[in-house]
Each structure stands twice: as C-alpha cells, then as structure tokens.
C-alpha cells in the first residue's frame, strides 16, 4: 500500500517539477520567441499558411478571435459529423463497424470538438479506424490546440499595455499544435508503444485465451490516440473501457505515464502566464489555489477508496486492498482514486476505474472537482475557467479593502462583473436544468429505462452526465443507459454551451481590460498574488460551488453516504 | 474642528419618518430599483395569496401548507420587506434633516434687493433669481449664495461651518464668495447671486440625498450585477429543486419553496444596498463636506495622489522671521534698525514678523517726511527712503543684489554663504541693505504645522502619495517637503504647473485629488479626479470641483479620502457577509425539506434544530432580523484602517467572511430555541 501511495506522490511531484521549465516553454511559444522548433515545422507551417490564405502575423482583436475560433470549429464539426455519419464504407474499417446515426453522430462530433469526449459509443464496434484517427484523433488535437490558444489570447490580454491587439488566433492555434502538442504526443506514443500498445492497421487479432477459447480481440492505432487523449485533456477512449482496457493502459508504468501526460499541459499553462507576465508570482498564487483545492478533493478520495466499503465490509468481504469493485486489479485501489480526481479536475474524463463504483463521497468528489472546473482545469480552458473566479474575487475583494477593485493593473467594472457573472451561472443552470429534466421525467414516467440503480445513486448517474457534458470533462456514471436522443441531445447541447461560453466570457472580459488604462500598483493596490489574496479566491470557488450544487449533492451522493 | 450637528444614531423623529417611508416604499415601482428586494416582496405576494387558498382549503394540503404557518412565513417576509425599506428611508432622512437643518436658515430670509437704479427694495430670498444684486450689513442673513462685487465684511460662518471665528470676504480676489444663511457681522456689501434658487450646492445636496436624482454609482452598478447574478444562481436552484424533489418522491409546500428562495438570495446587502450610499453621502456632509454626487465620495476612496497647497495646509499660514546676520563689520543694533525701518511699509505678514522679532519700540523712531516705499511683487523689496537720504531696501536676495551691484557695491562673500545656508535649512532668506551696500540677512522660516507628519504618515500608509504645492524655490520646499513627509514636491508653482502635473499623473494611470480656493485653482480642480474646493473660494472654483469644504480645512482631503474608502469597504464587507450567511441557512433548510422521505438526511441536519417547520421559521427570521441589526452599520461604515490593502482584506475576510459563516449558525440555533417552544 505504502509504495502505491509514494507511486502516486511521485507521479505528482514529477509532474510539478516539469511543468516548471515546460511552462517557460510555453510562454516563449506564445511570445512569439524562437524554439528550437521552428527548423522542423516552421517551412511546413508556412506553406499551410500560405494554403490557406491566412496572415499568421495579423493581429485580432479579441471579437476576431472570437469569430476566428468558432468559425474554424464549425467546419471542423461538419467535417466530424460526414466521417462519423459514413465511416462504414469509407476505407481503414477492416472490423466492418457501421456509420453513426444522426444523433449519436451529433453527440460524438461535438463531445470530440469541444474536448469533452463524452462517449456513447464503444470504440470496437461503434468506430472504424479512419474514424478513430481522421475524425477522433484529429479533433483530439484541434480541440486541445482550441483552449490552449484561447488562453493564449488571455496571456496576451493581460500585459500592461493598452491595446486592443491581442495577437492571431490561427497562429497560436497552429503553434499550440506543433510546438507543444505534436512533439510530447509523438514522444509519448513511442513509450506506450514499447510498453505493449498496439499501433496497427490491421483488424481484430485472434488470442486463445488459457481457458483455451478462441476470442477475437479488437485493435487498431491504440498508442498515438493514449498519448494525445491524455496530453490534450481529451479523454475519449480508443476502447469502450478506456484506460482501464489492458490494450489502452496495459501496467503500471504506461500508467504513470498517462496520469502525467494529462496534468502536464495544464500544470504549465500556470506557471506560462507567469513567465509570460514576467510576475512568475501570481502563477505560484493561482497554482496554490489550485493545488489545495485538488488535493482537499483526492486526498479524501484516496482514503475512501483504500479503505474499502464498509457495507462490504459488514458482510464479511476482505476490503483489505481497498474498494476494488469497478478497479483494475493491476492498478489498484489507490491509484484508481488519485486517477479519478485528477481526471475530474482536470477536464480529461478518461478512466482506469469506474466511477460508477466509486464510493458514495468520492463520486460527489468527482462531481465537485468537475463543478469546480477550474483546479488545473483542461488544456488552456482551465486557466480561463479559473479567470472568471479571479474576476469575481478580486471585485469582492477590491470592495473589501475600499478600493475599485484591479487586476493587474486593469480596473474591474460592472462590464467586466456582468461577464463574469453570466458565464459562471452558466454551469448551474446548464447542470441542475439538464438534471432537473432528466429527473422531471423520470418522475413523471417510471417507466423509462435509462436508470440500473434507482434511488440516490440513479439520481447521481444523471447529475453526473450533465456535470461532466458542462465541464467538457467525458467521463461518466456508466450506469446510465445514455445512447438515447434525449441523453445524445441533451448533453449535445450541454457540450456547446459547456464549451464556447466558458471560453467567450474569459476573452471578452481579458479583450475589455486590455482596452483600459494601466493603473501602476501603488502601496494601496490590493496584491492578487498574495496568499490572503489566494484564500479569497478559494472561498470565492468553495461558496459558488457549494451555494449552487448543495441540494442536487445532498439528494444524490450525500443521500447515499448517509443511508449507508 | 467642531460639528453642530448631532452625531446621535437614532432620533425618534427620524425613525418615524423611516417607518412611514418604509411602507410607502412598499410600491413595486419604487422597488423594482432594487432587483433583491423586489423579488422578495414577489415572494411575499405569492405567500398571501397561498395564505388565503391555504385558508380556504383550495389545493392539496402537502403543498399548500397550513394557514397559519402561511400567514407567519408571509408576515415575516413582509417584514424583511419592511426593513429594507426601513434602512433605506432612515438613511435618507439622516442625510435629509442634516441638510435641512443647513438650510433652514435660510427659508424666509428678507433681502435688500439692489434695482439697476441704485434703489433698495425688500423682498423674500426665495424671489432672488441668478444675476440679482442685493445689499447686506452689519447684523443681516445673506440670503443666497453668491460673490461680492462691492466691498468688504466680516462674516459669521458659524451657521455652516461650525467655526466661531469670523472671516473678512471682499470683492475681487479669491474670497468673494458668501453663501447663504450666514450673517454680515460688520461692514457693507453688495453681492451678486450666482445660484438660482434650489441650484445652491445644499439644494443639489438635498435632491442627491433625497434620491429623487440620486445616481448609481460605477461600483454600485457593478455590485446590483453581483447581486442580482446570485439572485439567478438560487433561482436555478430552487426551481430545480421540484423535480428534485420529485424524483425523491418528496411533496414540498409553497411556504417551504418560498422560504428557502427568500433566504438565499442577498436581502442584507440587497437591503442594506442603497443605505450604505446614502450613509456615505451623510457622513461626507457630516465632516462638513457637500458632494455634488455619490460618484465623488466613491472615487475619493481611490485616490493614488493627493496634491496640497504647502501655505495653510502643511505650514502655519506665513513665514516667521527668526535670526538677524549682520554682515562682517556692521553693528548687529545698526542693522536691526535699518530692517525694522524697511518693514515698517511692509503689509505682508513677514514684514510684520520682522518688527515682532527686533521688538524694537517702533514709535522711537522719526519717519516724518520719509517716503514709504511699500512691497510689491515686481521689485520683490519694501524700504524707506528717510529725510537724511538714507535709502533702506530689504527684499528677496536676486532683487537685492541687483541693487546693490548696480550701485557700485559688492555682496559680501560671507553673507552668500550665510544665504545658501538658510535656504538649504528650509528657510527664506531676505537681504537689508542701506545706500546700495548690504548691512545683513534676516532669515524666514516656516513653521510645520503641529500634527501634520502623523497625518501624512497615515496617507502614506493608504497607499496615497502627498504633493506639496509651493511657490517657495526648490531648496526651500525641499528642506520643508521632507520635514513634513510629503513624497512629492511642485517648487516655484504656477496654477500651469498643477495641472501639468494633474495631467501627468492621470496618463499614468492614477486618480487625483487637490484643494483649492482661488479662480486660478479652477482648471486644476476641474482636470483632478476629485477637487474638493473651500466655500471661501471664488465661485469659479466652487463650480470647477465636485466638493465643497464648508470648514476650509486644507487637510480634510483626509477624511474625504478615509469616507470613500469606508463606503466601499462596507459594502464589500456586507456583500461577503450576506453571501456567506447562506451557508448556514443550507444546513437549516435543506434537511427539513427532505427529512420526512430521506429520514438519513437527518444527519445534515448539524444544528440539530427542533423540528422542519421550526427550522424553516429560524433561518426566515434570523433572516429578516439581521436588516435591522445590521443598520447601525451600514450607516456608520466599517472601520476603516491604514493597515494595508493584504492585511485589511484579511481582518474584513475574518470578521466578515468567516463571521458570514458562523453567526447564522448561532443565531438560527438561537432563534429554533425559541421557535420550538411554541411550533
């Protein structure tokens, strides 16, 4: 047990110690600076560029940042849904799997655009292999490549200058993808390969198993679509199982590994702010909040899950290794804990366990983690979620000590406020509405057969679908029955606004400030990047969290811990 | 400084105007200002009629609830209706009888009205209209504000300011402005008005207090924002909560749904929003400073630089002579004399300062015949030219050497140094000489006021940096800045140079204060983000600032600055308190919907309160209660200290936040004690 737990703490520590120099990185690839990159994909960029018609070098104001992203999201949404509609005769599909229907192919298009991943679908029969890598894999890319320019565009917002120049959308865009993403993702693909993933063409593979059966054993290019799930807080599965599936996540080192790829980028867009700023400072503030937000939540997690289930317990069942029902047996209990937090935290939604299972508390950990959203958060869109939390915080704060309140220098107004308030009321009302519906109808008509477990912990798988659609994050209470229209269009709608808006807000608000006079900081400037500072932003999260989701928490996980 | 006004928090009089406000206030399209309460008094509506159909039996009875329960659920939030309204009402007649009682001297006043014609007529000061010419004397009420164009008079002030001493206002210059309700003491003058009746600074004051043109501020703006985003937060959530409480098979009555709503969302600071406003408006006028809007008072409580004239504000009015340097090989009584003999046609207070130094019997000496030369700012020198030709000039230094180098002489080495030496000591050195050679140096110093360094000490801990403003050289108002403690200094000022440097620190970014009086100073206290004139000041400068100082204290830029500060603070603590408030309510309301169908909710239930209905009952009103407890707050302001921008937020997050959290859990504990004895 004891080397499980310093397994986990390493993996941890590692991924800090790196994000640091990473998060440099980062910062120099936004500045614009020259990487040691640029010989590899600079001349291929350019002939894209070229190609395409695009000025990397024009610069937008925050609107045409806006327009650039959704535009490009668009086309690649209609693109998703053709491959997904036709991927049944359409090459690289040795399994013969069928083409999506309509809806499902909705839900699947924009889970992958938005970079949700939320699957209602299993990846051997439901995905051909163009599909996986010309549609899922490629979205998995863009999607990540989304956020990270989004918050690029807030890095660039939040210097001192006045301007309402903030850069070009399509050039960090482009650079997330091949200075950050593309090179870890080869990097790591090569790792996972050695370590026993397949990366194939070729279709199902026969295996006698030692009972001596013959079974047919679903494969394809597993290793690169891991290596991008993770690292772009994607998620999504190449199996149905996910990185519970041993062809997905086959030990316990292509599991260290895959735990680290899904914090790295998200870890170093912290400390890139502050070596973008050049006030490394208030990434170490942001990062604190963070990181004791993500550690009240796993910590507990851990301990639930390895202690086991007490209802287990009672009936004599050795809970000794923990609460293993719904955990890999290679993984362990421990890790299977950590997995769930960091995956909720962060909006990467795959899984080594199922959530399903996990013990009453740690599920509403789970679901906290992603209500919250913005403790590390997903690539790029984490830093933006934790932003609009920021914004409220310091006006509460600036009004506190008797002060216009300012961030960086930047006066917060009520335009600023207005923004920030609609976009964080956003969650509430897309994750209680959506679970309130599914309830509303669940009550009206018993008859309906998403739920396997009636009472509390039905009430939970609902709550969670919807708070993991809203949180882009994909993973999910599989025992939902959730590949109906009602779940696909739902939680379809859900994604969207889930996505776009969270990102719309944080722009606008960045775009306005950027418009405004830089105030120096004076002896009376409230400092945003003290630790006093940093617990106001942490109550500001806990009470907005708390106020918003307290009944739906109390009629779901907290019902069922207590009737224990 | 004294404060005729009572300082009292509670007047009967005033309450019962509160009372009677409160409910006329009741009227939704008074309300609708205010998105929190309104939707309170939304839930209150909804309660009676369910009170009534609960009466009369219509409905199911899970969900309809019982009368009589009803009817106190719908009281209650009546009630917190009420006090809203009430905290709101008490603020403005606070604030309206502080300026009545300024202008009540002023009804009814007669005035000598002045025709064209040169003749007087006696009318009411209420037919005076702008551009009217009245006459005052000794022992009469000015009756409008305006600026004398004829004479000169000394003038009780006491009226609005409080101060006893009399002060002279002449025609010309920078003190010709009266204002109505004070009285002529001695003396005649004609005075023209300037504001037209009910545009007088206290009429704009009144109207801003009484809410009629009272404004939301940029920060006030932003805060309803706030405010009215968690009112949809708790919208989602209790409309969400029936099909919640649906799928929990759980019937959950009207009387609950609304309770629950009612005490989420912000009614404390929702209803405690407006009277903070006014209650900083009142202080202002309190510490005798008329605002000419809520705005003013908010951006005082930001200023970043604070510019101060050094004369009146930082020094005791004028230099003081305090040494004689004869110059080597004249006799020390000698030249004495001949500076006593130069500044006996010297008016200026530094002239006279020299004759209360050599404190010589001044009639001892024989100036019959001689010719007073008198000071003026072009020579920048006074003198006598006496019977016996001798020529006595003293003035500033350059002046003097010119003199004396054009007459053939040269300044003494020993006496440069001992110029030099003066000035670099903060102190003004001024030259004698007699027929062109120069018999010594009298040394002029400024006297710190008493006080002033702590004052600028507190600034500094604000976060506010200090500029003095001087027209002294820059040696000198160096030597003085740093005695005082000012950051920042304008040597040799020109009114060009303020607002230069007004300017040049806005670029930057930062907000401005100054003071001032004269017409000069307008364009200054125009360009500053807050210039607060003094009411002794011309009208021009009066018309150029956004305050008035009825006191003409220079430093009460202080106390404007600490004000603003407070508002803010205050609403930002109420703000945090009522958010965190509903912490606890959760922890009341929430088990006692669903205790009946989730029996194991029971353990969310950590105050271990009675029963549902007392549970529901004690957050209700615990809820309505904190208004009215909190009222002496919103009105005096959180205490505002110097401490730091990080260490404050900490103290008000304690007090504040984790207060928020913790006092609802007593005082509903409390109140179900209570409840439960009867339900």
Known sequence: ?564 | MKHPHSNKLFEPELIRTGLRQSVVKLSPAQLIRNPVMFTVEVGTLVMLVVTILSATGTGERAIMGHPVYNLFIFILLLLTVLFANFAEAFAEARGKAQADSLRKTRKDTPARRLLADGVEILTASANLVQGDRFVCAAGDIVPADGEIVEGLASIDESAITGESAPVIREAGGDRSSVTGGTRVLSDRIVVEVTARPGESFLDKMIALVEGARRQKTPNEIALTILLAGFTLVFVIVCVTLKPFADYAQTPISVAAYVSLFVCLIPTTIGGLLSAIGIAGMDRALRANVITKSGKAVETAGDIDTLLLDKTGTITIGNRKATHFYPAPAVDERAFVEAAVLSSLADETPEGKSILELAALPVNQFDTNGAVQIKFSAETRSSGIDLTDGRQIRKGAVDAMKRWIQSSGHVFPEVLDDRVRAISSNGGTPLVVAENGKALGVVELQDIIKPGIQERFARLHRMGVKTVMVTGDNPLTARFIAEKAGVDDFIAEATPEDKLAYIRKEQESGKLVAMMGDGTNDAPALAQADVGVAMNSGTQAAKEAGNMVDLDNDPTKLIEVVEIGKQLLMTRGALTTFSIANDVAKYFAIVPALFIHSIPALQSLNIMRLHSPESAILSAVIFNAAIIPALIPLALKGVAYKPIGASALLQRNLLIYGLGGVVVPFLGIKVIDLVVSLFV
Not at chain 1, 123 to 142: D, K, R
Not at chain 1, 173 to 198: D, W
Not at chain 1, 217 to 238: C, E, Q
Not at chain 1, 298 to 313: K, T
């Open chain 1, 1 to 564: 047990m004891y080397s499980e737990i310093l397994g986990v703490v390493a993996v941890f520590l590692l991924t800090i110690l790196l994000a640091l120099p990473f998060g440099r990185y980062v910062a120099k690839v936004y500045a614009g600076d020259r990487t040691f990159l640029d010989g590899v994909f600079g001349p291929l960029e350019r002939l894209f560029f070229r190609l395409s018609g695009i000025d990397p070098t024009r610069q937008m104001t925050w609107q045409d940042h806006l327009k650039a992203m959704l535009t490009i999201n668009l086309v690649w949404f209609f693109g998703a849904m053709f491959i997904l509609m036709n991927q049944g005769w359409l090459p690289f599909n040795p399994d013969g799997n069928p083409s999506m229907s309509p809806d499902l192919a909705f839900n699947t298009a924009i889970s992958f655009m938005v970079n949700c991943n939320l699957q209602h679908y299993s990846g051997e029969t439901g995905m051909s292999y163009f599909g996986q890598i010309a549609c899922l894999m490629f979205l998995q890319f863009v999607s990540a490549g989304t956020g990270m320019a989004a918050a690029a565009v807030v890095f660039h917002a939040l210097r001192p200058e006045q301007t309402v120049l903030l850069g070009n959308f399509y050039n960090f865009l482009v650079k997330s993808c091949t200075r950050i993403l593309l090179p870890i993702a080869f990097l790591a693909s090569v790792f996972f390969v050695f370590r026993g993933m397949p990366a194939t063409i070729a279709g199902k593979g026969e295996m006698v198993t030692l009972e001596g059966d013959t079974v047919q054993v679903s494969r394809g290019l597993v290793a690169p679509f891991v290596a991008i799930k993770h690292l772009g807080t994607n998620g999504g599965g190449y199996f149905g199982a996910n990185s519970a599936h041993p062809l997905e996540n086959p030990d316990y080192w292509t599991n260290q590994v895959e735990l680290f790829l899904q914090s790295i980028i998200p870890m170093a867009m912290v400390f890139g702010l502050g070596f973008f700023l050049k006030r490394p400072k208030i990434s170490w503030s942001i990062f604190g909040v963070m990181t004791v937000g993500f550690l009240l939540l796993a910590i507990p997690n851990i301990y639930m899950e390895s202690r086991g289930n007490p209802a287990l317990q009672a009936m004599g069942i050795d809970q000794g290794i923990g609460a293993m029902e719904g955990k890999e047996v290679r993984l362990g209990s421990i890790s299977g804990g950590y997995w769930s937090i960091l995956t909720t935290v962060i909006s990467t939604g795959s899984v080594n366990s199922m959530h399903d299972s996990s013990m009453p508390l740690s599920g509403m950990n789970e679901l906290l983690a992603m209500m919250v959203n913005a403790f590390y958060g997903g690539v790029g869109v984490g830093i933006l979620n934790y932003f609009i939390y920021l914004i409220l915080a310091v006006f509460i704060a600036g009004l506190m000590v008797g002060r216009t309140p300012e961030l960086m220098g930047k006066k917060v107004e009520a335009r600023e406020v207005k923004i920030a308030m609609l976009t964080a009321l956003l969650s509430p009302l897309l994750i209680m509405g959506g679970t309130a519906t599914a309830a509303w109808l669940i009550a009206h008509d018993p008859s309906i057969p998403w739920l396997n477990n009636p009472g509390f912990h039905g009430f939970s798988e609902m709550l969670y679908e919807f708070t993991s659609a809203n949180a882009n994050n994909g993973s999910g209470f599989e025992g939902l029955g959730d590949n109906t229209p009602f779940w696909n269009i739902t939680t379809g709608i859900v994604l969207l606004l889930g996505r776009y808006i969270p990102i719309i807000g944080p722009v606008a608000i960045a775009g306005l400030l950027a418009s405004k006079k830089y105030v120096p900081e004076g002896a009376g400037t409230l400092p945003t990047d003290s630790v006093t500072f940093g617990v106001m932003v942490f109550s500001v999260i806990a009470i907005i969290t708390a106020l918003s989701y307290f009944p739906a928490l109390a009629l779901g996980p907290l019902a069922e811990y207590f009737s224990m």
